[in-house]
């Protein structure tokens, strides 16, 4: 999976889950004070990230840095490059 | 003791999405049964009916608070939002932690728990469910979802009874407000249709399996042709307040509460029985201080299943004879379940404001064991001001109250 493919299935996660317009989706934003997602959406943030892409990632304490969309992309390419190691 | 009075309205039913729709439908003699492909789908089911509602407009309701609701909230949270409108519901007007919220439905979503286990057992792995699913999937998910919505922070409860969940959760709300602990409750129930709820009936030999390609005549209370109940779905929610605060404020007042009883009959897990049934009903006479002849209008719980009618025309025979008009709305609506009680119980007091008792539709032959009442047959003219609501529910519950319009 290309970094642009990462991209486009972790905005349609947003869109679909979180019902975020899609120019907000920009890599700076921050998930909870831009895009206004709580401590229950990334529950539903990480369900929804594990069935799209086939990864384990709830007991992954990188996702507690996680503050950006760019942040999310970038963990989600790193997991699915160990994963494919 | 405070009197008790109904200042606010709110209902999303399968004859329409407000108060005022299901009134206009009612007024059109139109019903709101149809044939439902799922159920046809699931193989033993042999009752392929369903009375839905529509779901519309749910982003109105903030992403934040309609991420934990399935659908049967979100129809409670847009009838509460019509009471509160009609109510002119103000925070500010109220005291701090005085706004209660007591709702209730017979099972949380089945549409999530259904869900929840399509995915969970194929996979075993809890990773694929949802934390929202969860909130659906509660017991009291309806109240509080709609507490949270509202933002209420007085006295909560769910009232999980089955049919009679609405009914009970407006009783318990009376008797709050009225011994003074609360100055207003918003209160209900509310239902979701799935194929499983429809499946229980079936299997209970309770749904109408006669009528698959009949659906106008299919729910037909009280008739001799009748051979069961068709779910539906929808909310209804009340603002329930007390007479002075409501008088103070200078809101308008629909209708007041004399009196509500309700009672575990002990007999028989499903079958009604019709001296439990009317000593409910003579409880809430004596708790309502009023007698018989002073009751203007029955609106019946009877959805048209075999045992169920019979036994509820027989117990208003017992304590009313035969000179009290009674109707059930079910055969416009189907059976709403838990939101069945707030939802015929709003559609009744409306009409009798308008003058107006809606009938039993489809009852052209009262069946024999359903006589020795005043069966209400087409729209008839009334000056009843009175009226008493029945709800019951498995288990041997039974739910009577009795209302007054303003």
Known sequence: MTREEIVITINTVFEESFEIEPERLVPDANIFLDLGLDSLDTVDLVVAIQKKFGVQIRDDERVRSIRTLGDVYQFIEVIYNEKKA | ?406
């Open chain 2, 1 to 406: 003791m405070k009197r008790v009075v109904i200042t606010g309205m709110g209902a999303v039913t399968p004859l329409g999405g407000s108060v005022s729709e299901t009134i206009q439908a009612l007024d059109e003699h139109r019903h709101a049964i149809r044939r439902c492909p799922e159920l046809e789908a699931c193989k033993g089911l042999r009752s392929w009916l369903a009375a839905p509602a529509e779901l519309k407009n749910e982003k109105l309701i903030p992403r934040q608070n309609r991420r934990s609701m399935s659908r049967m909230s979100i129809f409670a949270a847009q009838a509460a939002l019509e009471a509160s409108q009609q109510a002119g519901y103000q925070p500010e007007l109220f005291s701090p932690g005085k706004v209660g919220c007591i709702a209730g439905s017979t099972t949380p979503s089945p549409i999530t728990i259904h869900q929840i286990y399509e995915t969970f057992i194929p996979t075993r792995d809890f990773g694929l469910i949802q934390a929202m699913q969860f909130f659906q999937s509660m017991s009291h998910t309806v109240a509080m979802n709609l507490a949270q919505y509202l933002g209420l922070q007085g006295r909560f409860l769910s009232t999980n009874a089955a049919c009679a969940s609405g009914l009970q959760a407006i009783g318990t709300a009376y008797e709050l407000i009225r011994a003074g602990s609360q100055e207003a409750i918003f209160c209900g129930g509310a239902e979701e249709f799935h194929s499983t709820v429809t499946g229980v009936f079936d299997m209970l030999l309770a749904a109408s399996t006669k009528y698959n390609d009949d659906p106008d005549h299919a729910s037909r209370p009280f008739d001799a042709a009748r051979d069961g109940l068709v779910c539906g779905e929808g909310a209804g929610i009340l603002f329930l307040e007390e007479r002075e605060h409501a008088l103070a404020r200078g809101a308008t007042i629909y209708g007041e509460i004399l009196g509500f009883d309700t009672c575990s009959g002990g007999t028989h897990i499903s079958e009604s029985n019709r001296e439990c049934i009317a000593q409910c009903m003579r409880q809430v006479l004596a708790n309502a201080e009023c007698s018989p002849s002073d009751i203007g209008y029955i609106s019946a719980h009877a959805t048209a299943t075999l045992q169920g009618d019979g036994e509820e025309a027989a117990a208003i025979h017992a304590v009313f004879s035969d000179t009290v008009p009674v109707s059930s709305l079910k055969g416009h609506l189907g059976h709403t379940l838990g939101a069945s009680g707030p939802i015929e119980m709003i559609a009744s007091l409306v009409g009798l404001r308008k003058n107006k008792i809606y009938p039993t539709r489809n009852l052209t032959s009262v069946a024999p064991e359903c006589q020795g009442i005043r069966h209400v047959a087409e729209i008839e003219t009334t000056q009843a001001t009175c009226f008493m609501k029945n709800s019951f529910a498995f288990g041997g519950i039974n739910a009577s109250l009795v209302c007054k319009i303003d």
